[in-house]
């Protein structure tokens, strides 16, 4: 099984998703006019102006942004960044800073996608993702079932077990039984999971800000602590990536090859954009200002917050440390562990220890739900989803005794059929968010507050539900600066 595996990621990986995904994002990025930056400043306004909560209970954008970055801000942060440093060099982590700026641009596609096809589950709430687009937007349900099938076995199933199994190596300082480790876990999500996509929502705005400034505030004390040392690490970075350091003419590229491969899999591993996981929580939001675009907008900051900001603390912390050196075999999270332990004590088992559980836990929670909304698009069916909970809680307890090698080889094979997927979908259905963005950025451009009117876009009529986004527009109305920055310093005040 571990040969058939490693086999086919390496036709996934080495031969069609890496050019997939470096050209998707190139179009993208192009054909938005470079959205991720253009609109950067608009996506830190609107996350800190978005936690009001209204009278009919919705997600709010802010709530969706946290549910997403707490399935992206997990083991891929700080076991997968070791994992790519080890065995693609420092030069890993230049492509992961890549694959994530061209990535912004492909989360706002996709994610735009999701709020014009999600579906209301009268309730106050929504859901969809690109099972949903596939279904509405090119009439394919059975591709969509494919997608969600895949996606229940890669993040229900093949990365809980990555989750439980990161967790309980992490918590082995303290010679607690990995099986002890995997029980406690799945008692406690299931209190969660179980209260549906708003207990998901709650715990995610609670939990995900707190622990993702804590570790950055470590990971600041401990490059201040190393900055005389920091321009060398910036310097072996951009050195590694492209082989500079080989002598030979074969070994600069082959080291070029492997860092970017491992750059580019880890990146995707941990920030998922083009993967398809993200616009299932970026669906559930009723965005603020009303347009699809800015939930698309959000996503973009989801993928720069984990790769950007979190990964390179990680990689910072690995690369000032010394311990990635001939002859230590360490990697994944017991590498993060010893650079932590070897800048600030002992006490960073314990630190990494925490951070592993908070940012593992909240991933296993996002998790479940993005499998649970696309179990729900197969068979809405309540028997069908308490047995698909069960045996998600299952997976995560297997996890924890689970062999991390074997472990992290599925995820990257599940990963890899979602990506290639939902990428070959969005590029077909790009043209209709560069539509909706144009309306956008004419309206945001205009001073507008944009408001977003489905009539202004016929060819939605025959694919969008009757019951989305069918509310009479408020009309456009002046964007007044001195209350956004009010609400966004109430807002911050309140973080």
């Not at 891929?76 to 492509?95: Q, R, T, Y």
């Not at 720069?304 to 440390?321: M, Q």
Request: aromatic share 10%; charged share 15%; proline share 3%.
């Amino acid at each position: 099984m571990s040969n058939l595996i490693a086999v086919l990621n390496g036709v996934i990986w080495g031969k069609l998703l890496v050019g997939l995904l470096l050209g998707a994002g190139l179009y993208f990025t192009f054909r938005s006019r470079f959205v991720q930056f253009r609109r950067f400043g608009f996506a830190i306004k609107t996350m800190m102006g978005s936690r009001a909560k209204d009278e009919h209970h919705h997600i709010s954008s802010f709530q969706a942004f946290c549910t997403s970055l707490a399935a992206r801000v997990g083991t891929g942060n700080l076991a997968g960044v070791a994992v790519a440093i080890f065995m693609g060099g420092p030069g890993a982590v230049f492509w992961m800073w890549m694959i994530a700026l061209l990535g912004m641009s492909t989360s706002f596609v996709e994610n735009t996608l999701a709020q014009l096809y999600k579906s209301n589950n009268h309730d106050g709430t929504y859901r969809g993702g690109p099972a949903y687009y596939i279904e509405k937007a090119l009439g394919q349900r059975w591709l969509g079932i494919i997608f969600s099938g895949a996606l229940i076995v890669a993040f229900g199933f093949a990365f809980n077990s990555v989750q439980s199994n990161s967790i309980a190596a992490a918590l082995a300082v303290y010679e607690i039984p990995p099986l002890a480790v995997g029980i406690v876990l799945a008692v406690v999500a299931s209190l969660i999971v179980f209260g549906g996509i708003r207990s998901i929502a709650r715990f995610a705005e609670m939990v995900v800000p707190f622990m993702a400034l804590l570790y950055l505030a470590l990971a600041v004390i401990v490059m201040l602590l190393n900055i005389t040392e920091m321009p060398a690490v910036l310097s072996l970075i951009f050195k590694s990536a492209f082989g500079i350091e080989s002598a030979a003419g074969g070994g600069v590229a082959y080291l070029m090859k492997t860092a970017m491969e491992q750059g580019i899999k880890r990146g995707l591993f941990s920030n998922e954009a083009g993967m398809g996981s993200g616009p299932n929580a970026a669906a559930t939001a009723t965005p603020t200002p009303h347009h699809p675009a800015t939930q698309g907008i959000m996503g973009m900051l989801g993928v720069f917050v984990d790769t950007i900001v979190i990964c390179s603390a990680t990689a910072a912390i690995i690369l000032v440390s010394g311990q990635l050196h001939s002859g230590n075999e360490l990697t994944g999270i017991a590498l993060t562990q010893a650079a932590l332990s070897n800048e600030i004590g002992g006490i960073g088992n314990h630190f990494i220890a925490l951070a592993i559980l908070l940012f593992a836990f909240t991933s296993l929670i996002a998790n479940y739900y993005y499998g649970e909304s696309n179990l729900r698009f197969i068979k809405d069916n309540k028997a069908v989803l308490m047995v698909y909970r069960v045996l998600v809680l299952g997976m995560v307890v297997w996890g924890a005794v689970g062999e991390l090698p074997v472990v992290w080889s599925f995820a990257d094979l599940a990963m890899g059929v979602m990506a290639l997927i939902n990428l070959s979908v969005i590029l077909l259905l790009a043209g209709q968010v560069f539509k909706v963005l144009k309306d956008f950025d004419e309206q945001l451009d205009a001073g507008l507050s944009p408001t977003f009117d489905r009539k202004k876009f016929p060819f939605l009529d025959k694919t969008m539900d009757p019951d989305v986004w069918n509310d009479s527009p408020e009309s456009a109305r002046k964007l007044d600066t001195d209350t956004v920055s009010e609400q966004s310093l109430s807002a911050a005040q309140n973080a």
